[in-house]
């Protein structure tokens, strides 16, 4: 299945937004990534699925989204 | 030793809390939020698992609000640097810390002190409710003195502030993890905690949580993220964590919040009790000073304060001490509490029971005090 990485502001943001994903039924785990569009590092979750339905849950959430790519 | 010094901070530490800062040290020994590694990526989920448990200790609205300082000291001056400017109005209380009043200060505030009534709430709620101007920025007070353990009525205040639109942040030092405190029920903006001290955890951590925006940052540096920018990344918590974490201690504190769910729910009551104990003694001899009319339930933390009469305060701790009992004497870094109970010259010496306090050592600590010569 396709996955995606979603980069996050944080670790704390990363890690807020797995568990919310992980508790609408999406897998998804942390990774580093060491070079987020051209800003250094940050972290980013690791999902497939509806990416759009992940993207709209984190936004509920108020978590700041940086970037959406495929993994 | 018997341990009466524990609003300073808790003397002794649960077997639990120990526990979990070894364990840290031995398993979580990397650098959270930095590397990639599965070591980093486990001690940052440690991290996350501790705001995510403190957020729901206080009522936070969530982890991300939880931030972790090196002291509660450091996060009320972050606070109250990064949310006032030079002149902007602000209303505190008449038994505050030097840890609220020095920083106020140095921004150069327009401080307006609102007078703690010892017997009746409603009166200290008018009071600060007098000091609330159109101007008023925000209102940053103490939940209970260090001093005399009068505890404010930190809802009512609350109720107001949000009433006005005015910010309202809490040094609840004293309180937090003895007494029950949520930032939601109390309409609580900023709540700045020592979780060495109601929390059983190791010194050398502070916990601010912040459901307002702060402001600007007093420290700059390494987040971890966004590392190419020079500027400070935004978002909390890591806009004002800088540095590494104190990793073993936040362990410690998660262990503490355990701990006092787990065992000291009851610990207000019990340390209470005998906090009443030493008053209602302590009132029955001729030679001792109370500074507080009585001591009640729900309105005084379990913290007294007392002299004896025409001798220093240090003088009586000194003697408590070649006695094996550990009391604080001065003025608590507190002179404002001191110059409102009329002890600025004299200080006084302070009694504070922990969860570990027994029935026995506060029978031992009157016994001293009657005798003493």
Known sequence: ?71 | MINFDNAATTGRKPEMVMNAVYNAMRRLSANPGRGGHRLSLDTAKAVYSTREKIADFFGASGPDRVVFTSNCTTAINYVLKGFLNHGDRVTTSDLEHNAVMRPLKKIGAKVSIATVDFTNDDKTVESFEKLMYEDTKMVFCTAASNVCGKMLPIKKIGGLCKKRGIAFGVDAAQMAGVAPLDMKDMNIDFLCIAPHKGLYAPMGLGVLIAEKEIGDTIIEGGTGTNSLSLYQPQDLPERYESGTLNVPAIMGTSAGIDFVKRYAKDAYNEEFKLIKRLYEELEKMSDIILYIPYVKEGMYMPVLSFNIAGIPSEQTALYLDRKGVAARAGLHCAPYAHRRLGTIDTGTVRIAPSYFSTSAEIDYLIKILKVYK
């Open chain 1, 1 to 71: 299945m396709r996955e995606y990485m979603i980069t996050l502001p944080s670790v704390t943001y990363a890690l807020k937004g797995r568990d919310i994903l992980r508790r609408l039924g999406f897998k998804a785990r942390i990774e580093r990534k060491s070079r987020q569009s051209g800003t250094g590092c940050g972290y980013g979750i690791v999902t497939e699925g509806d990416i759009y339905k992940a993207e709209q849950a984190l936004k509920n959430a108020s978590i700041k989204i940086l970037e959406i790519a495929d993994y």
